[in-house]
């Protein structure tokens, strides 16, 4: 069976009969189906996001290095000050590494804070294994 004119609609390419092989009917397409797929993975993008910012992202311990200075060939001296709830306490993990980026030592060091008082400044002599080149504050986390 031949297309002629009257089959087709008024924008369709008219091919020759025979020369490419029958024709697909159109696929039906499912917008309901791919709307729901998008909603799902948005919604399990979001828990995991929230998940993750619950686990890791908690902006209450940020802490920020003030200044290190008095190194010596084993010690150095951490000046930082850390935003905590109010009246809350972190364990704040501190470290120093050498000129070359090798860890010279590490150590958890408590902070805790009066009622009131959301930003504490804390000062940390850090003893090393080797002459450190820098002093830093890894991460802080609520006190267990």
Known sequence: MTETHATLGPHAPVFPPGRYGRRRA?????????ALLVVAVVATLT??????YRQYGDPAYDAQVIS???ITDSEVVIDFRV?????????CVLRARDHAGAEVA???VPVSA???QRHVTVRHRLVTSARPF??????CRPAT
Request: aromatic share 2%.
């Open 68 to 70: 290190y200075g008095d």
């Open 47 to 52: 828990v995991v996001s929230v998940r993750l």
């Open 114 to 116: 009066v009622e009131g």
């Open 134 to 139: 820098i002093g830093e504050v890894v991460r």
């Open 106 to 108: 590490r150590e958890e």
């Open 83 to 91: 935003n905590l709830p109010d009246g809350g306490a972190a364990v």
């Open 26 to 34: 159109p696929r039906r397409r499912r917008p309901v189906l791919a």
